[in-house]
């Protein structure tokens, strides 16, 4: 082969040499953004799943093991005060009352249960107050009655006094010293049974009214089922309780994680 033959053959090889690795580098290349862009895209939908757990895990769940729906309430301490077997009346509490029916109530909760009884009666129900506010002299009178009927059946008076507890309030931990719960047709166990407890319990919470004591809180609330016991907590807020199935120390709980309720 002459000159020009060896220098045209190696002038191809070297062509083909180039090409052959152009075309390696534009595949290591696109590999690379491919690479590239996958990781990107996992961190991104990481981010998401990571927000979107952050958001499920924050917000409190329900006794049925399912989210809060959103809550909307005009919160007040006035309608919202705690008074239970931890939480103690304020010493200074002043319940607004005014008398009826031959019970004080507070004034609030009395304008509310006007209209819920009117509303009951028009559906052919008959609902009416057996208590409502008691005194803290009262409240003593009660629970010592109830202490005394426990020691009959309790070893001790310390386990009379913790017996008594699940039914009557100490003096200063009960709701009725705030005037804005009540005892409706009578102290019976068997009152969720009648036509007036199924109406409540479809229609309470639409005048401001929960049932304060329910059978499936008895561990939260410390006080046992009181089908009986109504609460005065305003609408807005008796009704985001009964949407969400929340008892009184579940729903201030709720609240508390985005303003302070006390």
Same mark, same amino acid.
């Given at each position: 082969?002459?000159? &020009?033959?060896?220098?045209?053959? &190696?002038?191809? %090889?070297? #062509?083909?040499?180039?090409? *052959? %690795?152009?075309? #390696? %580098?534009?595949?290591?290349?696109?590999?690379?953004?491919?690479?590239?862009?996958?990781?990107?895209?996992?961190?991104?939908?990481?981010?998401?799943? *990571?927000?979107?757990?952050?958001? $499920?895990?924050?917000?409190?769940?329900?006794?049925?093991?399912?989210?809060?729906?959103?809550?909307?309430?005009?919160?007040? +301490?006035? +309608?919202?005060?705690?008074?239970?077997?931890?939480?103690?009346?304020?010493?200074?509490?002043?319940?607004?009352?005014?008398?009826?029916?031959?019970?004080?109530?507070?004034?609030?909760? =009395?304008?509310? @249960?006007?209209?819920?009884?009117?509303?009951?009666?028009?559906?052919?129900?008959? /609902?009416? /107050?057996?208590?409502?506010?008691?005194?803290?002299?009262?409240?003593?009178?009660?629970? &010592?009655?109830?202490?005394? $009927?426990?020691? +009959?059946?309790?070893?001790?008076?310390?386990? *009379?006094?913790?017996?008594?507890?699940?039914?009557?309030?100490?003096?200063?931990?009960?709701?009725?010293?705030?005037?804005?719960?009540?005892?409706?047709?009578?102290?019976?166990?068997?009152?969720?049974?009648?036509?007036?407890? &199924?109406?409540?319990?479809?229609? =309470?919470?639409?005048?401001?009214?929960?049932?304060?004591?329910?059978? +499936?809180?008895?561990?939260?609330?410390?006080?046992?089922?009181?089908?009986?016991? @109504?609460? @005065?907590?305003?609408?807005?807020?008796?009704?985001?309780?009964?949407?969400?199935? #929340?008892?009184?120390?579940?729903?201030? *709980?709720?609240?508390?994680k985005g303003k302070s309720v006390h």
């Open positions: 082969m002459g000159k &020009h033959g060896k220098k045209s053959g &190696h002038f191809f %090889f070297i #062509l083909v040499g180039v090409i *052959a %690795f152009s075309v #390696l %580098f534009a595949a290591c290349f696109i590999t690379f953004l491919e690479v590239s862009s996958y990781r990107d895209n996992k961190e991104d939908t990481s981010g998401e799943s *990571a927000a979107s757990s952050a958001v $499920s895990t924050s917000r409190p769940a329900s006794s049925s093991g399912k989210p809060f729906s959103p809550v909307t309430a005009t919160v007040t +301490d006035q +309608d919202l005060i705690l008074v239970n077997y931890d939480h103690k009346l304020p010493d200074d509490y002043q319940p607004d009352l005014v008398s009826m029916y031959g019970v004080q109530i507070n004034r609030r909760a =009395a304008e509310a @249960y006007k209209k819920m009884d009117t509303a009951a009666a028009s559906d052919g129900i008959s /609902i009416w /107050i057996s208590s409502a506010y008691r005194s803290s002299e009262k409240q003593e009178k009660l629970f &010592h009655e109830e202490v005394s $009927s426990a020691s +009959d059946s309790c070893s001790s008076p310390q386990e *009379a006094e913790t017996y008594a507890e699940k039914s009557v309030a100490r003096p200063g931990y009960s709701e009725h010293s705030t005037g804005l719960a009540m005892d409706l047709n009578g102290v019976r166990d068997d009152f969720d049974t009648t036509p007036a407890s &199924h109406w409540l319990e479809e229609h =309470a919470q639409e005048y401001g009214f929960i049932l304060r004591y329910p059978k +499936d809180k008895q561990e939260i609330t410390k006080i046992k089922y009181e089908p009986w016991h @109504y609460r @005065y907590v305003g609408v807005k807020n008796a009704e985001a309780m009964k949407k969400n199935n #929340l008892c009184l120390e579940e729903y201030l *709980a709720f609240l508390q």
